[in-house]
């Protein structure tokens, strides 16, 4: 069966491409906004772990009243650093947002996790993991899963 070129694209593939083409912001760099990019019903976060200016950054955007994509909230890691890696890989799942970091503590890596009380409510940073020091290897937060209680962390350097 071949597919009809007319079908418009699912809405999270339609909404993600826009948002690419017209909601990049000025602070952002065009080659690395976007490394991660995740949506999850009205949330949309996009990842721009290398700024050569400054520290990594999350951008968070939710459907305004016309029904285009607005910056809602500018998230960095609580201890962010210029050219942190932090945004490289992102998880979210309802109110819960992990924020991978592989590159930072000198490559090691860690993941940032941050919730919300509810879906109007702004982030909050609430507790930092570092990867586990049996590990010898580094990228700890390369990819990340998080499903309800459960985040799963992948670190393919180990």
Known sequence: ???????????????????????????????NFGRAAVIDGDDLLVGQPVNWYGPGTVYAYRPGPDGAW????????????RMDDFGASLALDGDRLAVGAPRKRDGVGVVYLFERASSRAGWSSVAVLEAPETADGRGFGTALLLEGDELFVGSPAV
């Not at 339609?14 to 080659?31: G, I, K, R, V």
């Open 70 to 81: 607005i910056e809602e909230a500018l998230l960095t890691a609580p201890d962010s650093s």
């Open 1 to 31: 069966m071949t597919p009809d070129m007319t079908t418009p694209l699912p809405r999270s593939r339609t909404l993600l491409f826009a948002t690419f083409l017209l909601a990049l912001p000025l602070s952002a760099q065009e080659p």
